[in-house]
């Protein structure tokens, strides 16, 4: 049986303005990237956030972006390495300790917009993230997308990557994504599914400029803001029952 972890970025609505659909969310994934308060979040959502995961026995990570709030951490930053890892730092910090509260830990850290491309395209970046991460606990797991930077520098640091592919984003030539500022919009949803099922099982996707690309699917991502999110999840978990894959957290799905 294939094995594959379902992840979702939550836990990013900011005083009064509410975003993504989270609960309904819960219900279909298996691991929960939540916001820190940079980018999205703030400390009452973080709380409300952490409880219904544990709530609906999903892991939950870190989700770190550039202190941003009007950009929504998708503007890229002019920042030094050591304030790079410093905001990791202070972010992963503030989520460990409402996951105390919980009785849970964090089971991974996923770089959010502009600074998880960032460190996708600079060795430099990449690593001082990783140590960053590998100095809270180095037995968290990262996640990232295939042939970046992250995973070049998995093994000089030690700690262990999670090859990250998307649900909702086009892929581009390299492995990466084509980052928008808004979730597309979503016309079929059986065709994602089935493209998600082929990145498991083939180890393939085809780009958005036309290519046939090879990678590897260990996490997949739906971002809880993109337009029918819930609908594309359903689907999703539908069509993995059909091709016989299993949804399971990351840490049951790498084995490095």
């Not at 042939?147 to 700690?159: L, T």
């Amino acid at each position: 049986m294939y094995k594959v972890d379902l992840n979702c970025d939550m836990g990013e609505s900011f005083g009064l303005y509410e975003l993504g659909n989270d609960e309904e969310m819960m219900q279909y994934i298996t691991s929960a990237n939540i916001a820190c308060g940079f980018h999205g979040g703030d400390p009452q959502v973080m709380r409300k956030s952490v409880k219904l995961a544990k709530e609906h026995d999903v892991k939950i990570g870190a989700h770190p972006g550039f202190p941003d709030l009007i950009g929504f951490g998708r503007r890229r930053m002019d920042a030094t390495l050591s304030e790079v890892k410093d905001y990791v730092t202070y972010q992963m910090g503030a989520l460990r300790e409402f996951a105390k509260v919980y009785g849970v830990n964090l089971q991974h850290c996923k770089p959010h917009g502009a600074l998880y491309m960032m460190g996708q395209e600079n060795e430099d970046i990449a690593t001082i993230i990783l140590e960053a991460i590998a100095d809270v606990d180095s037995d968290i797991i990262v996640f990232a997308m295939n042939h970046s930077a992250f995973v070049e520098a998995e093994k000089k640091v030690g700690i262990r990557v999670a090859r990250e592919v998307y649900s909702d984003r086009e892929h581009t030539k390299t492995g990466s994504i084509v980052l928008t500022r808004t979730g597309d919009v979503i016309e079929d949803y059986e065709e994602k599914a089935d493209r998600v099922v082929r990145m498991v099982k083939e180890g393939k996707v085809l780009a958005h400029t036309g290519e046939d690309v090879s990678l590897k699917a260990e996490t997949i991502c739906i971002h809880a803001d993109t337009p029918g999110a819930t609908t594309l999840a359903k689907s999703i978990v539908q069509a993995f029952k059909k091709e016989d894959i299993e949804i399971t957290p990351v840490n049951k799905v790498i084995n490095r």
